[in-house]
């Protein structure tokens, strides 16, 4: 297992996973609509933003089984995501892609604090970071309503 930069040949796994609706229904995006040419076009911009960082976790044969990101790094503090291909689930992928992120955030980006949220109805990814010891946060106080519509936690 390891952290890289995404490559092209992640393409057709990110897409995987985007096209799994069981994985991205309770995420703010529609990735129903997202296509090959729209992840290769996200790997690209991926090597240029500087307020955004993008790494697939990938295993010992350097298959893509994710990607962890920070995002809107700005004013000491960056916005964490992650996501993880099913076939990835419960093999230790996404606590180490997670780890591995959140100590780069700190140790070489500089920032002071990491944060992210989780629909609540996202009751796969709610366990897995309770599970992992990571405290809740009220961000709301801090960030914008994201959709009224919906309840996020915060960490």
Request: charged fraction near 30%; glycine fraction near 4%.
């Amino acid at each position: 297992m390891k952290i890289r930069n995404l490559e092209n040949k992640d393409a057709i796994y990110m897409l995987e996973w985007m096209k799994d609706m069981e994985l991205v229904k309770h995420m703010n995006t529609n990735f129903a609509d997202k296509t090959l040419k729209d992840c290769e076009n996200f790997i690209k911009s991926s090597q240029e933003n500087e307020k955004s960082k993008h790494w697939a976790i990938v295993d010992e044969n350097d298959e893509y089984m994710g990607t962890v990101s920070l995002k809107n790094i700005e004013r000491n503090r960056a916005e964490f995501a992650i996501t993880i291909r099913r076939i990835a689930m419960g093999k230790g992928y996404s606590r180490y892609g997670m780890t591995e992120c959140i100590k780069y955030a700190f140790n070489n980006v500089g920032v002071k604090k990491v944060y992210w949220y989780v629909n609540s109805a996202n009751e796969c990814a709610v366990r897995f970071y309770e599970k992992n010891g990571y405290q809740r946060y009220d961000g709301e106080k801090e960030f914008p309503v994201l959709n009224d519509e919906e309840d996020y936690i915060w960490y």
